[in-house]
Structure formats: C-alpha cells, structure tokens
C-alpha cells in the first residue's frame, strides 16, 4: 500500500497540485494496489476537496486501485467527509491497516 500525505488546507488555493499529484499517483499503480491519502494533518477540507477525492475514487475504481481514507477520530475534516457521505463511498480509517 502507498501513502500520500494530505495536509494543511485542501481548498480552491490547493485543490489543483493535489488532483494532478493523486491522479499520477493513481496510475502509477498496478491492479490491486491501494492507495491511502492520509488526511489526518488535514486542517480544512472544502466542498472542492469533496469533489477531488470522489473523482480520485472513481479513477481509483476504474484503474482497480483500492483507495481508502485515513483520517482522526474526530474532528472537522472527519465531520465533513461524514455528512457528504464519503464513508459509504470509500473506508475512513483512523490508522493504515496492517499488511
């Protein structure tokens, strides 16, 4: 499993570095990998974030990349990808999951 750090403000300043970085990423990677994009020194996640990781899911999907989220406990970045309903999309883990 690879993991790429997301941290600080995922916002429309950010938003574009991050997609390209995650896409490349993503095709970098053979059938059945995983991907996890660590959110957890994520301060701020905005609605384009929301947008950015489903597209990078869906990629994900269609590349048969497995891709999961890590993120903390609590917080506004956990509370945010609950209510757009991210976990029903893609696992939000608190820790990568042991190989």
């Known amino acids: 499993m690879q993991i790429e750090e997301i941290a600080g403000r995922v916002d429309a300043h950010s938003v574009g570095q991050l997609e390209l970085r995650s896409l490349a990423r993503i095709r970098s990677l053979a059938d059945g990998d995983a991907l996890a994009l660590d959110l957890r020194n994520c301060e701020f996640l905005a ?20 891709m999961m989220l890590l993120v903390p406990a609590a917080g506004p970045v956990r509370e945010t990808l609950e209510l757009a309903g991210i976990g029903n999309v893609l696992p939000l883990l608190e820790n990568p999951p042991a190989d």
């Open 47 to 66: 609605s384009l974030g929301i947008r950015f990781i489903v597209g990078a899911a869906k990629f994900a999907t269609q590349r048969s990349v497995r």
